[in-house]
Nanobody, 125 residues
């Protein structure tokens, strides 16, 4: 099983980036796909998630209204569109896959089986 994250980079405050996560190696029909991030000196935190089947989406308060998580089943890819980026969004972003998670459990990174390698997002002028 492999999750391949990409799309990070340097962007100015107020700018946008789209992260991609290509999933392979198994079927993720009963999985939740999520994005977490880890800023320097901080713990990894939940950003957003989407159910592979059904497409229900979930966001942390800081992401809601600025970030959009989506998926393309045909390409086995999950996206995180990030708009109105702020310096505090600077972090390494990880995609993850966890089985049969519900709203109360999907925010904990302990419940995810598979992780991508991370992609660095730097928001700075």
């Amino acid at each position: 099983v492999q999750l391949q994250a990409s799309g990070g980079g340097l962007v100015q405050p107020g700018g946008s980036l789209r992260l991609s996560c290509v999933a392979s190696g198994r079927t993720f029909r009963d999985y939740v796909m999520a994005w977490f991030r880890q800023a320097p000196g901080k713990e990894r935190e939940f950003v957003a998630a989407i159910r592979w089947s059904g497409g229900g989406t979930f966001y942390t308060d800081s992401a809601r209204g600025r970030f959009t998580i989506s998926k393309d089943n045909a390409k086995s890819t999950v996206y995180l569109q990030m708009n109105s980026l702020k310096p505090e969004d600077t972090a390494v972003y990880y995609c993850a896959a966890g089985p049969r998670l519900i709203a109360s459990t999907m925010r904990s990174d302990l419940n995810y089986d598979y992780w991508g390698q991370g992609t660095l997002v730097t928001v700075s002028s």
